[in-house]
């Protein structure tokens, strides 16, 4: 297996459809030059997430495409989902996305892409001075945007964007690093602790779009309190190291 899509879902039966009309021409495409697995993780779920998915999807007969589903019995958080998925994926690279197409679903080829380019980790990054914002309410970009300034002052400067969950990594990278959260904080958490063993990650210009579906299940309160400890983690390390 070349590649691997993983793709959380936490009460997102509205946005199957938009997942079929948007996302399955561009895995189409990708087996131009991949074979591609692509896992749903329902999280939980309680609208049918899971019924809607497996009914989209599970019957499809697609060449070099395959299918797999995972469910949550309760909702355990997105970190937890990504786990879920990290341990049954076969891919030699991985791409983790939202369900809700905020990241437009036709970018993955040019993301995947960037992997090729001695990149190990490639993330998203609607803060670069080429990527773009659209529709998102001020004050999430207000939490993302502060937890990402803080994190570039830790960690490092250039990299404009730490808090999205849509990436590529390759497969060296999900089998080294282990994070702990399973919560929002996990996609951050993943990509800093390998940023500090070493590993190489560029940003990919992206447009972050409103979503048109449903609401979004971050918990505020406990994810800024979440980046906080682990800021707070990473400075002690960076200071043990510095000794």
Known sequence: MDLSIIIPCYNEAENVPKLEKEFLPVIQKLTERYSVEVIFVDDGSSDGTYDALRTAFASLLLPNISFEFRQHPTNLGLGAALK??????QGTKVVTTDSDGTYRF?????????????????TASPYHPNGGVVGVPKYR????????????????????TYTCLYRAYRREVIDQIKFESNGFLAGTELMVKGMLKGFVVAEFP??????????????????????????????????????
Do not use: N
Not at 148 to 158: N, P, Q
């Open 84 to 89: 879920t998925g990290f341990a049954k994926f």
């Open 106 to 122: 036709e970018t993955i080829p040019d993301m995947v892409a960037y992997l090729d380019r001695g990149v190990d980790i490639v």
């Open 141 to 160: 970009l207000i939490l993302s945007q502060g937890a990402s300034f803080l994190y570039r002052l830790l960690v490092e400067w250039k990299v404009h």
């Open 206 to 243: 992206a447009v972050l779009h409103r979503r048109v579906f449903g609401a979004s299940k971050a918990k505020l309160a406990r994810t800024v309190f979440a980046h906080l400890q682990f800021q707070w983690w990473v400075f002690l390390y960076k200071l043990r190291l510095a000794h």
